[in-house]
């Protein structure tokens, strides 16, 4: 017979929580996709940064669980150190408090263009202005030298930071749509700074990155089904087979955002869809002529079947008839000379 306490105790644990029942702060935490988060348990059970900074409590988990595990960078297998360097392989076990492991992971850290100068297993907590440019630039070296040429890099503003991540390590992947033409009273991210005027001529931009992707993707295609018909070109396929580089030089080109660089690129794109174009025109008009003569030959097969089936027909309707016939009067005198 189960005694009174521990019948009590049974339903103790048994009840759901009150609602009123206080609560970690954890809980207070906006939720995490799951998968990011398992994935990145996973991934980088190891990794000295991500570890310590998921048990970090406010902005420095953050970071990590409902930032950077739903970025390019974490798709890309990029942790911490791949961009602020640092040792992420120590281990807490290997040190005799948890802020030796920091310092000897973060390796005297600097805020501002250590990796210039001091090699890239440096630490750099954080970057701004133009100085974001060159953090980023580490791995984005050609788009780093377009941008620092164009008109958003002598101000400094905005940074890689602003248009790819709304200023946060949840950096997304390239895409036509973080050229925000919305007005300012729409939340527009460019009209923050351009004016009406300006804002034309972003829309314009914007219009042509738009227009060009889609024009590589669609030429792409017709010079797939091109090889499938057998044809071979090899400056066209030079082009055409890696389309993702053209994809690349297309939004390196635009982060420059000189019209006359732009243009040019845009024009040698066009120029290669237009050969395709040609050649698809070509290849198919030759197709259709074959086709038309088969289909000549074909009719030209069937007439003289036809005519022959027209002659068989009139040999065994009229001219057995008439050999019959002319046979009739022959047997006449010979039959009666006989007689």
Known sequence: MISLPALILTLFLASPPSEHAPHSALADKPPVAPSAVQAAADLYANNACVQCHRHLAGRSAEIVDLE?????????????DGCHGGDASL?????????????????ARNPEFLLLYGGEERFVSRARGRSISYFCGRCHSEIMEKHLGSPHGNFGDPSCLFCHGQGSHAIKPPDVNIIDTRPRSEAGRCSLCHQASTMKTVAKIKDILKN??????????????LEEMGYRN???????????????????????FNMREINGLTRAIESVAERTDHALALVDSLHAARANQTLVGLGAAALLLLLAAVLVYYKHAFCEDYDRNSAIPEEGPTAAAEQ
């Open 68 to 80: 950077w595990a739903n970025s390019v960078h974490f798709e890309n297998n990029v942790a911490c």
């Open 91 to 107: 281990r807490l076990e290997h040190f005799p408090s948890e802020e030796a492991l920091k310092q000897a992971s973060h390796q």
């Open 212 to 225: 060009t992707a889609q024009l590589i993707d669609s030429s792409a295609e017709e010079f797939h089904s």
């Open 234 to 256: 090899l400056a066209l396929a030079e082009a055409h087979h890696h389309t993702e580089e053209t994809h690349s030089r297309l939004r390196r080109v635009f982060h420059s």
